[in-house]
C-alpha cells in the first residue's frame, strides 16, 4: 500500500503526537493523482479527512474506470463521524484506517478523544474495510490488550510514544514504559505489530531491547525494517546482525538502564526467510550426461501422488496432469513406481511433449519451479544424499526405469472433509479411504524421502494420518519432513502437541478467500477469525519446533473471491508467511467453470494484475507465484476455446515453448 500523506496535521493537534509538526502543510492534488497506478493508496496524515482538496478528490475517483486503485483514508477515530463515513462509502472508498488514542466511553471522554468502537461498527455496517493504529501513550497502555482482542483477527498497528496523551507538563507525565511492560503487553495478542508507516526511526522499540518478543513473534517488527546503512543508535548496534535493518532511534522511548543492556540479534537469517536445509548444486559431471531437450518438470523422477483413495497413483497432482501412473489398490509403490505408467511419464516429458502429460492449468509449467536446471541436492544422511545423486544421475540420462526411489510421495488417506467449500467435492461425496496397509508401505520409503505429503479431505480428521504422525520420531527419519495441506480448523493446541516429533516441511493453509463474508460464502466451514487464531497458534508451534518450517496459505483464482487477493496478502504479509495461487479446477463443478465467460476471466485476470501490483510493492518475492496462477487461469481460457474448434486448428500441445 503506497501511503501518501496528503495533510500532515491534525486539528486540533494531539500533545503527545510525535507524527505532526509544529506547522501542518498540505500536498497539492497533483501529488495524489502522479500515483493512481499504484494497486492500493492510503491518503495519510494527520487527519486526511480534512485535506482541502479531498472533495474534488474524490469525485474524480468516482468516475474513473476500472481497474483503479484501492483507497484507504487515515484519520483518528473522532474524524470518522457517521456523515464523514457515509460520504466515502459513496464515493467508492475501500476502507479506513482508524487512528486510536483511547478505548472505552468514558477514557476517551476523559481524553477528549474518539471513542473507536462506534466509529468501527458504523464502517462496517457500510461495508467499509477497517485497519487500525494503537497510537500509545504511557497512561493509555492499558488500551492495548483490550483493544487487540475486541479488533481480533485485524492486524493492530502500535505506535508507542513517551509523550503523555494526558499531560503537556513533563513533571504529571506518567513514567516512561518500559520495554519489558511493552513486551509483556505485545505477548499476549498475535495480531499487535509495530510500525512504522508514519517515521521510520520511532514509535516502537528494537529488538534487541525485547528480546522475549524477538524469539517468540519477530515478525512483530517486519514493517519497520529497511535495507540502509547500519544503525549505530546504540554501541551495541555493530555487534547486531540485523543492523543494516533496524532503523530504531528514538531513546526517549527507552529507559536509561534499559539502553544500557541490549541483547544483540546474533543470527543474521531472518526469522521468516531462514533455510529448511542447505542445498548444493548438482556435480558437473552429472550436468554434462544432461540431454537436449530441457526437462522442465521433473515430477516424473521424483514424486508419487496417491491422492485419490481409489488409489490411482500420479506424478503430480491430480488436477494437473493427464492420465494414472498406476494404482496403489492393485500393485505395491515400487511396481507402479517403475511399471508402464511412469515410463511412459518419464518418456513424454524427456520429449517435452507435455501436452500428451500435463494440463494447461499447472501453473508449474510457467515459473519452471520444478525443472531440472532448478532441481538441487539437499543435505542430509549419506543415504539421503546418494539417492538423490542417483536420482539426478538417471534423470540427466532420461532413463525410464530408475533404481532411485522416489523423493516426495503424497496421499491423501480418506475424503473426509469438516467442510464443504463450493470448489471441492470432498465434503459431498462418498467417504472413500485408502486400505490402512498403505501405512506399512510408506515406512520402506520415510529414510530417502525429502517430503510425505499428507492431504485429503482433511487429513488432520483422519484417525491413521494422526497415528503416523504421534508414531513419527524425527531421530529415525532424519531427513523426511512432513508437509500438510489443511484447512486450518483443527490446528488447535491437542493437534500440535502431538507434532512435537514429526519433523513438519511446510503447512499449507488452504483459504481462499481475504475476508469473512467471502470466507464464509467459498469454504463454508469454521469462522475466517478462527482459522486465523490457529494459524497464529502454528506460528507460535514453530519457534519451539526442533526445526524452522514454512507456513503457506493458498487461494484457488476464481470469480467467486478474486476480488479478496489483496486481504489475503494482507494476512500472509503481516504474518510472515508464503503464498501459493492456484486456477480453479471445475471438473464436477459445471457451475464454477468461468472459463468460456469472457467477462468472468477477465474480471479473475483483473483482480489477479491488482494483486500482483500489489506484489510487486511489498513482497517481490511472490510475484512468481502470481504470474504463473494468472498464466495457469489464462492458458486454460484459450485451452477451453479450442476444444470448440476443428482439430486441425488446434493449438500445440507443447505448452512451454510459447509462454517462456
Not at 223 to 235: G, M, S, V
Not at 403 to 423: D, E, F, G, H, V
Amino acid at each position: 500500500m503506497l501511503r501518501i500523506p496528503v495533510n500532515t496535521g491534525c486539528v486540533p493537534r494531539c500533545p503527545g503526537c510525535f507524527a505532526c509538526p509544529a506547522e501542518p502543510r498540505e500536498f497539492a492534488l497533483d501529488n495524489v493523482l502522479a500515483h493512481l497506478d499504484a494497486p492500493e493508496i492510503l491518503l495519510g496524515g494527520g487527519d486526511s479527512t480534512r485535506w482541502r482538496k479531498l472533495p474534488e478528490f474524490l469525485k474524480g475517483y468516482r468516475s474513473m474506470g476500472d481497474p483503479k486503485p484501492r483507497l484507504w483514508l487515515e484519520a483518528p477515530a473522532k474524524a470518522f463521524t457517521p456523515q464523514v463515513l457515509s460520504i466515502l462509502k459513496t464515493h467508492g472508498v475501500t476502507g479506513i484506517l482508524i487512528q486510536i488514542e483511547g478505548w472505552g466511553d468514558a477514557f476517551c471522554k476523559a481524553l477528549g478523544v474518539g471513542e473507536p468502537t462506534r466509529v468501527i461498527a458504523n464502517a462496517e455496517s457500510l461495508d467499509l474495510q477497517i485497519q487500525a493504529r494503537l497510537c500509545i501513550r504511557p497512561s493509555t497502555l492499558k488500551i492495548v490488550e483490550p483493544a487487540a482482542k475486541a479488533l481480533l483477527p485485524k492486524t493492530v498497528w502500535v505506535e508507542f510514544s513517551a509523550n503523555d496523551f494526558a499531560s503537556k507538563s513533563p513533571e504529571t507525565q506518567s513514567p516512561i514504559i518500559s520495554a519489558q511492560a511493552l513486551q509483556k503487553v505485545m505477548l499476549k495478542s498475535a495480531n499487535l505489530h509495530f510500525t512504522a508507516h508514519r517515521q521510520s526511526d520511532r514509535g516502537y522499540l528494537p529488538p534487541c531491547l525485547m528480546p522475549d518478543l524477538w524469539q517468540s513473534r519477530p515478525v512483530a517488527w517486519r514493517t519497520t525494517f529497511r535495507e540502509h546503512k547500519p544503525n549505530t543508535a546504540l554501541q551495541e548496534c555493530g555487534k547486531c546482525a540485523i543492523a543494516s535493518l533496524c532503523q530504531w532511534n528514538d531513546k526517549t522511548l527507552a529507559q536509561a538502564e534499559e539502553l544500557k543492556a541490549p541483547i544483540p540479534i546474533t543470527d543474521p537469517h531472518l526469522p521468516w526467510e531462514k533455510p529448511r536445509s542447505t542445498e548444493q548444486q548438482v556435480p558437473e559431471a552429472i550436468i554434462k550426461k544432461r540431454r537436449d531437450p530441457e526437462v522442465i518438470c521433473v515430477t516424473p523422477w521424483t514424486t508419487m501422488e496417491i491422492v485419490d483413495p481409489d488409489g490411482r497413483v500420479r506424478q503430480c497432482c491430480s488436477t494437473w496432469t493427464k492420465g494414472d501412473r498406476g494404482n496403489a489398490q492393485k500393485a505395491l509403490l515400487s511396481e507402479v513406481w517403475n511399471g508402464e505408467g511412469y515410463q511412459f511419464a518419464r518418456r513424454v516429458m524427456a520429449q517435452k511433449t507435455v501436452g500428451d502429460l500435463c494440463e494447461p492449468i499447472c501453473s508449474r509449467l510457467y515459473d519452471h519451479k520444478f525443472s531440472e536446471k532448478a532441481f538441487r541436492i539437499q543435505s542430509g544422511s549419506n543415504a539421503f544424499v546418494q539417492n538423490q545423486l542417483l536420482l539426478a544421475d538417471e534423470m540427466a540420462q532420461k532413463k525410464e526405469i530408475i533404481r532411485a526411489k522416489p523423493l516426495k510421495i503424497a496421499i491423501c488417506p480418506s475424503t473426509y472433509c469438516n467442510y464443504n467449500c463450493i470448489m471441492c467435492d470432498h465434503g459431498r461425496s462418498p467417504r472413500r479411504e485408502l486400505p490402512e496397509s498403505i501405512w506399512g508401505e510408506l515406512e520402506g520409503y520415510l529414510p530417502t524421502l525429502s517430503s510425505l505429503t499428507l492431504l485429503g479431505g482433511e487429513p488432520l480428521a483422519n484417525p491413521l494420518a494422526m497415528k503416523f504422525l504421534r508414531n513419527f520420531d524425527v531421530a529415525k527419519f532424519p531427513d523426511c519432513q512432513v508437509d500438510l495441506v489443511t484447512n486450518g480448523s483443527l490446528l488447535t493446541d491437542s493437534t500440535l502437541k502431538h507434532l512435537k516429533k514429526v519433523t513438519l516441511g511446510d503447512v499449507t493453509v488452504s483459504l481462499n478467500a481475504g475476508t469473512p463474508d467471502v470466507y464464509e460464502r467459498v469454504q463454508r466451514g469454521i469462522a475466517l477469525r478462527e482459522v486465523i487464531a490457529n494459524i497464529d497458534r502454528l506460528i507460535e508451534h514453530r519457534r519451539s519446533h526442533h526445526r524452522y518450517f514454512g507456513i503457506t496459505v493458498s487461494f484457488v483464482l476464481q470469480p467467486a473471491a478474486s476480488h479478496t487477493l489483496i486481504e489475503f496478502g494482507e494476512i500472509a504479509r503481516t504474518r510472515g508467511l508464503r503464498i501459493r495461487l492456484m486456477a480453479l479446477n471445475p471438473e464436477n463443478h459445471e457451475g464454477l467453470d468461468f472459463y468460456e465467460d469472457n467477462s468472468l476471466v477477465a474480471k479473475v485476470l483483473s483482480d489477479t494484475d491488482r494483486f500482483l501490483a500489489y506484489c510487486k510493492q511489498v513482497r517481490p518475492e511472490w510475484v512468481s507465484e502470481v504470474v504463473a496462477g494468472r498464466a495457469a487461469v489464462l492458458e486454460e481460457a484459450a485451452h477451453r476455446k479450442t476444444r470448440q474448434l476443428p482439430p486441425e486448428v488446434k493449438r500445440l500441445p507443447i505448452i512451454m515453448e510459447r509462454s517462456q
